[in-house]
Protein backbone atom coordinates (compact mmCIF):
# COMPACT_ATOMS: atom_id res chain seq x y z
CA UNK A 1 0.00 0.00 0.00
CA UNK A 2 1.15 3.24 -0.65
CA UNK A 3 0.69 5.52 2.43
CA UNK A 4 0.62 8.39 0.08
CA UNK A 5 -1.16 7.34 -3.36
CA UNK A 6 1.00 6.70 -6.23
CA UNK A 7 -1.44 9.10 -8.14
CA UNK A 8 -0.94 11.71 -5.97
CA UNK A 9 2.53 11.93 -6.00
CA UNK A 10 3.63 9.66 -3.94
CA UNK A 11 6.92 7.65 -4.08
CA UNK A 12 7.06 3.78 -4.64
CA UNK A 13 9.93 2.94 -2.50
CA UNK A 14 9.98 1.15 1.01
CA UNK A 15 9.57 4.59 3.09
CA UNK A 16 6.13 4.79 1.01
CA UNK A 17 5.32 1.67 1.32
CA UNK A 18 3.30 -0.68 4.19
CA UNK A 19 1.83 -4.18 4.17
CA UNK A 20 -2.06 -4.37 3.79
CA UNK A 21 -4.25 -6.96 2.53
CA UNK A 22 -6.18 -7.16 -0.30
CA UNK A 23 -9.52 -5.92 1.33
CA UNK A 24 -7.72 -3.30 3.23
CA UNK A 25 -5.84 -2.11 0.50
CA UNK A 26 -9.25 -1.49 -1.49
CA UNK A 27 -11.33 -0.63 1.29
CA UNK A 28 -9.60 1.94 3.48
CA UNK A 29 -9.98 5.15 2.00
CA UNK A 30 -13.58 4.35 1.61
CA UNK A 31 -14.57 3.65 5.63
CA UNK A 32 -12.38 6.97 6.65
CA UNK A 33 -9.15 5.28 7.81
CA UNK A 34 -5.85 7.29 6.75
CA UNK A 35 -1.84 5.60 6.92
CA UNK A 36 0.88 7.39 8.07
CA UNK A 37 4.66 6.59 9.02
CA UNK A 38 6.04 7.74 12.05
CA UNK A 39 10.29 6.49 12.17
CA UNK A 40 9.21 4.26 9.58
CA UNK A 41 6.61 2.46 11.17
CA UNK A 42 2.68 2.53 9.97
CA UNK A 43 0.22 4.27 12.10
CA UNK A 44 -3.43 3.99 11.15
CA UNK A 45 -6.00 7.17 12.17
CA UNK A 46 -9.35 5.54 12.47
CA UNK A 47 -12.55 7.64 11.21
CA UNK A 48 -13.93 10.01 13.68
CA UNK A 49 -17.26 7.39 14.25
CA UNK A 50 -14.81 4.79 15.98
CA UNK A 51 -12.65 7.31 17.96
CA UNK A 52 -13.52 10.93 18.06
CA UNK A 53 -10.15 11.56 18.79
CA UNK A 54 -8.63 9.55 16.00
CA UNK A 55 -5.66 8.39 17.79
CA UNK A 56 -3.20 6.49 15.46
CA UNK A 57 -3.13 2.96 15.74
CA UNK A 58 -0.89 0.14 15.12
CA UNK A 59 -1.64 -3.56 14.25
CA UNK A 60 0.29 -5.39 16.46
CA UNK A 61 -1.96 -8.79 15.60
CA UNK A 62 1.23 -10.35 13.90
CA UNK A 63 3.56 -8.46 15.56
CA UNK A 64 7.63 -9.08 15.55
CA UNK A 65 9.51 -6.48 17.84
CA UNK A 66 11.18 -3.68 15.91
CA UNK A 67 14.31 -2.35 16.53
CA UNK A 68 16.20 0.76 14.60
CA UNK A 69 18.49 1.69 16.98
CA UNK A 70 20.70 -1.14 16.10
CA UNK A 71 19.75 -3.15 19.24
CA UNK A 72 19.75 -6.92 19.05
CA UNK A 73 16.24 -8.43 18.09
CA UNK A 74 15.87 -10.88 20.97
CA UNK A 75 15.03 -14.53 19.78
CA UNK A 76 11.96 -15.66 18.21
CA UNK A 77 10.62 -18.73 20.69
Known amino acids: ???IPWSDGGRTDL???????????R???KRGWTCHLTDGVP?????PWIDSTQTPR???THH?????DGSPVPALT
Not at 19 to 24: I, N, Q, Y
Not at 64 to 68: D, E, G, K, M
Open 43 to 47: HWRPP
Open 1 to 3: HHV
Open 27 to 29: EHR
Open 64 to 68: IPLHF
Open 58 to 60: RNT
Open 15 to 25: ENLTLVCGFHH
